[in-house]
């Protein structure tokens, strides 16, 4: 277990198979579903786990099922962008591509001192993926106000000089104010303004969860960016349920920020920006890929011609085979 970083940071639990299935068939049955072009937006909350490596498992992340979708999209799309919102860097998935040109990987979270560690903004990839890896370092405290300041303007210079054919976003809701673990004071409507945003530009879009210790925020926040995914608009005044009593003292659909000091000054932001703006410029426009036959996709539709019996039937005793002969 220890070889594959299991028990300590990563603690074995009933039904931890099962979860890891459902986390990464999800986030793959979405890229199926976006390549077969029968949806536009795919949604798996219980994916986004981007810390899992290619052989261990890393802070609370068991399978990296972000990267297994990335590679079932690139089956059928030359460019892949991936965008990371959690407060943690996505490191597993920057270095599952980071020598790939064919994943761009954009990671928006809090460095220094800070788990994975990982994000500094010198790294940018290697190799053929040398610039097509944007780390965004930010310190504690950062509002809606300059979080829209920043993730417009870069990914709208990522869109124009990448030019992908399918996004995927990581909402990690641990970036909302409040959190258990978190240091950042997004409120979820400056979050959902990331989702807003992105799913502007019309293209296949997989949105996928992530971290979030706050529970109560997590499901305000991931209600809400599912009915900004919809076009819907929904009441502020949570409905009556099973868990309501969670959701107290208000029970509101939105949250405040706090009043937190907010680390990130103008001019700090505005260096880092430019410092990527300058990466962003050394790219190539839209690298290309060689033609090749597309692979089989991952999850097999059921075709739904034959219906399946029912296991606990019993048979009747006419319609047994006679084995006796």
């Known amino acids: 277990m220890q070889r594959f970083n299991v028990g300590e940071d990563c603690p074995v639990f009933d039904g931890l198979f099962e979860f890891c299935q459902l986390s990464a068939g999800g986030s793959v049955a979405g890229a199926v579903k976006l390549n077969k072009q029968q949806t536009d937006i795919a949604i798996n909350w219980a994916g986004g786990l981007h810390h899992a490596k290619k052989s261990e498992a890393s802070g609370f992340c068991y399978v990296n099922d972000i990267v297994l979708a990335i590679l079932e999209l690139l089956k059928y799309h030359q460019r892949v962008l991936y ?151 929904i009441p502020n005044e949570l409905p009556y349920n099973d868990y309501f009593e969670y959701f107290g003292p208000d029970f509101k659909l939105h949250i405040s920020p706090s009043n937190m000091t907010n680390q990130n000054t103008n001019d700090y932001l505005e260096k880092i920006k430019q410092r990527l703006f300058e990466n962003l410029r050394m790219l190539p426009h839209a690298p290309g890929v060689q033609m090749q036959a597309i692979p089989e996709d991952a999850v097999q539709e059921d075709s739904g011609d034959e219906e399946e019996e029912d296991p606990n039937k019993r048979v009747p005793e006419e319609e047994k085979m006679d084995t006796s002969k």
Not at 106 to 126: M, Q
Not at 147 to 155: D, H, L, Q, R, T
């Open 83 to 233: 965008i990371d919102i959690d407060i943690h860097h996505g490191d597993g998935v920057e270095e599952a591509f980071y020598t790939t040109d064919r994943v761009m990987t954009v990671s928006f979270h809090k460095y220094g001192e800070y788990f994975p560690g990982t994000g500094d903004l010198r790294d940018i990839g290697a190799g053929k993926g040398k610039y097509y890896a944007v780390n965004y370092p930010l310190r504690d405290g950062i509002d809606d106000e300059s979080y829209e300041a920043i993730f417009k303007p870069i990914m709208a210079k990522v869109m124009e000089m990448y030019q992908p054919s399918a996004v995927v976003l990581q909402c990690g809701a641990d970036s909302l104010s409040g959190d258990r673990l978190g240091c950042f004071n997004l409120t979820i409507k400056g979050h959902a303004k990331c989702v807003e945003y992105m799913k502007s530009f019309n293209l296949p879009l997989l949105m996928l969860g992530g971290g979030g210790y706050t529970i109560r925020n997590v499901a305000r926040c991931w209600t809400y960016e599912t009915a900004v995914a919809l076009d819907s608009s």
